[in-house]
């Protein structure tokens, strides 16, 4: 082989190693969000995020942590036996997506009340649908485990969703990493 | 032509055509903003990061959102003939962002004014002045159709405001997918 | 040199370029919060991610702003003399991390201690534990020099952390700019 040719050879060989450490580092076509709040205007923000992501192609992964994580709670079950701290709590925390409140202008409910019933009317899906929604466009949600035990939830109150997953922070962070959005809502 | 050569050939047209995939999802050197938070506190945040963005070279877009949305209303505009609902939360809902409060220690209105009156000493520009520097320095402003239609909120109330555009979710994500930042406030 | 072999050398000189460029925006591995809450369960989500993700070998950094800048106060320093409005913020205020509250269900208090005994039982590092090992991994914390301004809070007042540094906004977007994860808490 010439002098020149080798010369080549070896720039296109260093040059693939940088292509593959750029491609590596480049973030997926994926939308990360933290949901914190437990908020009904947030929520709905956050599933309306995510099911527009979807429709556009994204994948799309959302970390529900702390007052979030009641939201996530089926009215339906039974509630597991659970010790005083977790009785508290459970009594306190809504159960479920159609039991959580404006952040702003609850007024005793009447506030939510006026707003469920105006998002009806103006054909803007529930909570609830949404949510189903969600799971039927292939949305990932993770519980933050910590949240669960600190709130004395139980895996078994919480809603029937295609893929809901327990995990920590760091599952998280791993998914957050190679998105090219982040959000915490 | 030599083997040798037909393979460098080759070999070329592969990375090049990596080379443009990676140029082509490599994000944009823009910011965009969920602005979702209505409080005088978070909504001055978001503009202190926008006109300081600018001034770094970024490009701006903020989507409002949800109790941001009504911060953007004139208060000098007559408000349109509206229907019962809409003339509810018309009066419920601050007008402009000169009516906005703090999200704590707002204490009847009494935190916010010694806040205002601090910003002012302090020579931190106004609410009203951000908006307005905002949009001389070309961020670019979105406002959330579904949130308008929920709260009976019609564009012709809303402030002039250079660029001012209504849009959907799947707007704010095209921008935040191209987008070097994302946040929501 | 022949003509084939001019060809191919001026493809690699391109090649290298456009990788160069596109190097030097793929952004660094690192995070970046805007921590703006002050309520004990946003700090503590905050600390908790920035732990995490320092562990996860991102560098990490935060920025401190509105809020969260007197969480960052030492209880046991004395506050140093102050006009009269920074000493009317200086009462009104939290005075470090062990005085803030819950965003939620503080209920005079006794939601906070309720939620802080909990933590302490279940193994969960309390506030004050999480920043310093916050520091002593690294963590970054740049404190908003316009809050410091506005709440009238003096540099001599605020905590002992290792690297513990005053910006104004263009320097967390600096950061943020060049990061693959980015928060507004």
Not at 9 to 27: D, G, H, N, V, W
Not at 122 to 132: D, F, G, H, R, Y
Request: proline share 3%.
């Amino acid at each position: 082989m010439s002098q020149e040719m080798e010369h080549v050879e070896a720039e296109i060989t260093r040059m693939k190693a940088q292509l593959q450490a750029l491609s590596a580092k480049a973030p997926e076509n994926k939308l990360s969000m933290v949901v914190f709040s437990g908020d009904l205007d947030k929520v709905l923000a956050s599933f309306v995020i995510a099911t527009g992501a979807v429709a556009m192609g994204l994948e799309v992964v959302m970390f529900f942590t702390f007052w979030a994580t009641p939201v996530l709670r089926d009215k339906n079950k039974k509630e597991p036996g659970k010790d005083l701290m977790g009785t508290m709590f459970g009594k306190m925390l809504p159960k479920g997506a159609g039991a959580v409140k404006l952040s702003k202008m609850n007024m005793a409910g009447m506030g939510t009340a006026m707003m469920k019933s105006l998002m009806q009317k103006k054909n803007v899906a529930s909570l609830e649908q949404m949510i189903e929604m969600a799971g039927e466009l292939g949305v990932r949600i993770y519980v933050c485990e910590m949240s669960m035990d600190l709130m004395g939830l139980k895996r078994e109150e919480m809603i029937d969703y295609p893929g809901l997953d327990f995990a920590g922070v760091a599952k998280f962070l791993e998914e957050a990493m190679n998105s090219r959005v982040q959000l915490f809502i």
